[in-house]
């Protein structure tokens, strides 16, 4: 093993050995295809970065090598339902016209990309798949988007979404279903899976999501690719939020996909930092990994729970990394937990979300909310406390792999479980996804959906910006 790691290569390593216990339902030729030319569109963010300043490819040879595949694919896909070649093939253009003089504007110079349909892009309508805002055109970028477009990229477009992105599959009213790439009759997942089958189908070359309870890692794990769910407050998600917010909501962050651990580091390292609001007070600075190998690495295995019961092949890939990590030298152990019950932490969770997705039968007072937040401090500090002991926890996602597109009304909704039939919303125990999200009480347009609509204006979003 290398003597010293950079934060940057411990998170490729680690991430080397998840994305080998990934679980894939039906490997179809779309996003397994690797011949040709086609080794191109699943190269890394940083290996195609690496092509453009090098001058081996242009960023107008690589915008429309992913351009002629979305025109390709995307139609039996439904990814990339929003698109803007013309002003990406612009970009690309001043991008190779800048290289030609010397000049490289960051890390991404050049590089192609796409972004959740949640993120604000100045000309492009912002939805969230939400019937009323479909004339929303975002008149700025978003905090995320200006960080990526800074360090050189540019934007083909931006992938499908869940109605108002409450959901595990990715479908709404004005763009349609987004297909799982490694079997169209399977979901990707929500709510950024039209993010992560563009990735894993090879249409792209970075993207970024959102997730409040699992919507970046749920299609990541779908499909099959990489995504990162940071610390809550060190990527600002100014411009990803519906017209008229712009309060920083509690628990939810965003955060890239990519499929390799080195675009999600330096992913990170382009977007993390203070928002506008705070810039003049505070600097991140994270601390570099403590252990330099994976010899010695104390490494927590947490496969399966009594309060979320997880497939029993999803539950052995987990353990599948332990054993590999054991291998090189780890200490592995899957009884060290924290120091509280799983299922009382997900009910401080819950409470805590429905105050923001719940709509009116979940809003609570502040005292209510200063009480959970007081009791979720606590959790937090177990959890200071158990990374003292520990440097790696690995549970699973999901309990199930990508299930088949099922629209009827999540209540009604049934997963398999080792064979036995579980509630949709019982999955969401371990990867505390939005329970009730959308009862058949709470549709839009007609009630309020959650916290968020709380800012819709009088007669509704339609023509408001």
């Known amino acids: 093993m290398m003597s010293e790691w950079s934060r940057r290569g411990f998170v490729h390593h680690m991430g080397i050995l998840a994305g080998s216990a990934a679980l894939y339902q039906a490997a179809g030729p779309l996003a397994a295809s690797t011949s040709g030319d086609e080794v191109l569109g699943f190269k890394s ?29 995307d139609s039996k896909l439904n990814a990339i339902p929003v698109r803007d070649f013309e002003r990406a093939l612009a970009s690309a253009k ?36 939400v019937p009323d805002l479909e004339n929303n055109v975002a008149t700025s970028d978003s905090a995320v988007v200006a960080r990526f477009k800074q360090a050189g990229a540019h934007f083909m477009g931006k992938t499908n979404v869940p109605l108002m992105l409450g959901d595990f599959q990715s479908y709404n009213d004005i763009y349609g279903t987004t297909n799982n790439p490694w079997n169209p009759d399977l979901t990707p997942g929500g709510s950024s899976g039209g993010t992560a089958a563009a990735l894993a189908a090879g249409m792209t070359g970075l993207d970024s999501g959102s997730d409040i309870g699992g919507s970046i890692r749920n299609p990541a794990h779908f499909c099959g690719v990489y995504g990162h769910k940071p610390t809550w407050g060190i990527v600002p998600p100014q411009g990803q939020a519906p017209p008229g ?65 997880v497939d ?20 592995v152990s899957e009884t060290a937990r924290p120091a509280f019950a799983s299922g009382a932490s997900h ?23 200063m009480g959970q937040n007081n009791t979720r401090t606590r959790y937090r500090m177990a959890w200071q406390t158990f990374f003292k002991d520990w440097d790696v926890l690995i549970c699973p996602i999901m309990p199930t792999t990508a299930f088949a597109h099922d629209h009827s009304p999540q209540a009604q909704r049934i997963l398999l479980v080792n064979g036995e039939p579980t509630p949709y919303r019982k999955s969401d125990l371990l990867g505390g996804h939005r329970d009730a999200f959308l009862s058949a009480e ?17 007669g509704g979003w339609r023509g408001v910006r």
């Open 347 to 369: 009910d401080t969770y819950l409470k805590l979300l429905l105050s923001i997705v719940g709509g009116p039968d979940g809003n609570i007072d502040h005292q209510s909310w």
């Open 245 to 309: 917010v712009v309060s920083v909501p509690d628990l939810a962050v965003v955060g890239p996909l990519a499929r390799s651990a080195e675009d999600l580091a330096q992913a990170m390292d382009i977007v993390a930092g203070p928002d506008a609001l705070n810039a003049n007070g505070w600097r991140l600075q994270l601390p570099e990994p403590r252990m330099q190998s994976f010899k010695n690495l104390r490494v927590a295995i947490w496969p399966d729970d009594a309060v979320a019961p």
């Open 94 to 129: 001043d991008a190779d016209r800048a290289l030609g003089k010397g000049s490289v504007a960051g890390p991404l110079h050049g590089l192609p990309m796409t972004i959740k349909e949640s993120y604000d892009i100045e000309g492009l309508a912002t939805t969230w798949g």
């Open 442 to 458: 709470h549709r839009l347009p007609d009630g309020a959906v959650n916290g968020w609509l709380a800012h819709r204006p009088a």
């Open 45 to 73: 963010a940083v290996e195609l970065s690496g092509l453009i300043r090098a001058r081996d490819l242009s960023s107008v040879e690589l915008t429309e090598y992913f351009i002629r595949r979305i025109e390709r694919f």
């Open 312 to 331: 029993r092949e999803v539950a052995r890939r987990a353990r599948e990394i332990g054993e590999r990590l054991a291998r090189l030298g780890a200490n």
